[in-house]
């Protein structure tokens, strides 16, 4: 079996694991009840995202394997979804978690969750996802998209999850992390901020990552 489509179903197992996890072991997610369940969560839209990419590329490897392994249509979107979305989301849900964490916990995961999620899988959930976005760049090839494409992208993702938990706000009265209810409507607006610019900083990492360690694909431009 290809190694590449080895990892992808590996990592795309993984990923779906910690998705049914809580319902498997049927743990108490009180927090992740109510108006958006765990949907709530950055963290969920990441895992859902990475899943979804690792399926699709496995099924990008399934088909180069028997069509050929060129930079066909489906792997340039396969790229781009990994350059635009997976590694960049990725990271910034690790580093706005353990961020958090650092200063206080209390702003992200309050000490009482410990009691319904174990540490083990807090790591799995918020610390080891960081392994499979480096390792896939090292064992594709992967093209590195347009940067005004990945801007974009990025962007419509950004604002779309933005939009979205002001829709939660509304709905329930409470923010969905712990950090946003303490802050004031100027603090909580430079916050997001803040973070917008770091995802954006995590999309040029990714492209600078790419073209340092990973398997670049040339494509041909045809005449």
Same mark, same amino acid.
């Given at each position: 079996?290809?190694?590449s489509?080895?990892?992808h179903? *590996?990592?795309?197992?993984?990923?779906?694991?910690?998705l049914?996890?809580?319902?498997?072991?049927?743990?108490?997610?009180?927090?992740?009840?109510?108006?958006?369940?765990?949907l709530?969560? @950055?963290?969920?839209?990441?895992?859902?995202?990475? +899943?979804?990419?690792? *399926?699709?590329?496995?099924l990008?490897? @399934?088909?180069?394997?028997?069509?050929?392994?060129?930079?066909?249509?489906?792997?340039?979107?396969?790229?781009?979804?990994?350059?635009?979305? !997976?590694?960049? *989301?990725?990271?910034? +849900?690790?580093?706005? #978690?353990?961020?958090?964490?650092?200063?206080?916990?209390?702003?992200?995961?309050?000490k009482?969750?410990?009691? !319904?999620?174990?540490?083990?899988?807090?790591?799995? +959930?918020?610390?080891?996802?960081? #392994?499979?976005?480096?390792?896939?760049?090292? +064992?594709?090839?992967?093209?590195?998209?347009?940067?005004?494409?990945?801007?974009?992208?990025?962007?419509?993702?950004? !604002?779309?999850?933005?939009?979205?938990?002001?829709?939660?706000?509304?709905?329930?009265?409470?923010?969905?992390?712990?950090?946003?209810?303490i802050?004031?409507?100027?603090?909580?607006v430079? #916050?997001?901020?803040?973070?917008?610019?770091?995802?954006?900083?995590?999309?040029?990492?990714?492209?600078?990552?790419?073209?340092?360690?990973?398997?670049?694909? !040339?494509?041909k431009?045809?005449?």
């Amino acid at each position: 079996m290809d190694r590449s489509l080895l990892f992808h179903i *590996i990592a795309a197992v993984y990923h779906f694991y910690i998705l049914i996890y809580p319902y498997y072991y049927k743990l108490d997610m009180n927090h992740a009840k109510g108006f958006g369940g765990r949907l709530k969560f @950055l963290t969920i839209w990441g895992h859902l995202i990475q +899943v979804g990419y690792y *399926i699709f590329a496995a099924l990008v490897d @399934l088909r180069n394997s028997c069509c050929g392994n060129s930079c066909s249509k489906l792997r340039r979107a396969r790229d781009w979804y990994f350059s635009t979305l !997976v590694f960049p *989301i990725t990271f910034l +849900v690790f580093i706005l #978690f353990w961020g958090l964490f650092a200063i206080d916990r209390e702003l992200v995961m309050p000490k009482r969750l410990d009691r !319904v999620i174990d540490p083990s899988y807090n790591h799995m +959930v918020h610390t080891y996802i960081v #392994f499979w976005p480096m390792v896939e760049a090292l +064992v594709t090839e992967i093209s590195v998209p347009q940067k005004r494409q990945g801007l974009i992208a990025i962007a419509v993702f950004s !604002v779309t999850y933005t939009v979205w938990s002001y829709i939660i706000f509304l709905n329930t009265g409470k923010w969905v992390y712990p950090i946003l209810n303490i802050l004031s409507d100027m603090q909580r607006v430079v #916050f997001i901020l803040v973070a917008y610019v770091l995802v954006v900083c995590l999309f040029l990492t990714t492209r600078a990552y790419q073209k340092k360690f990973g398997r670049v694909c !040339v494509e041909k431009k045809t005449q």
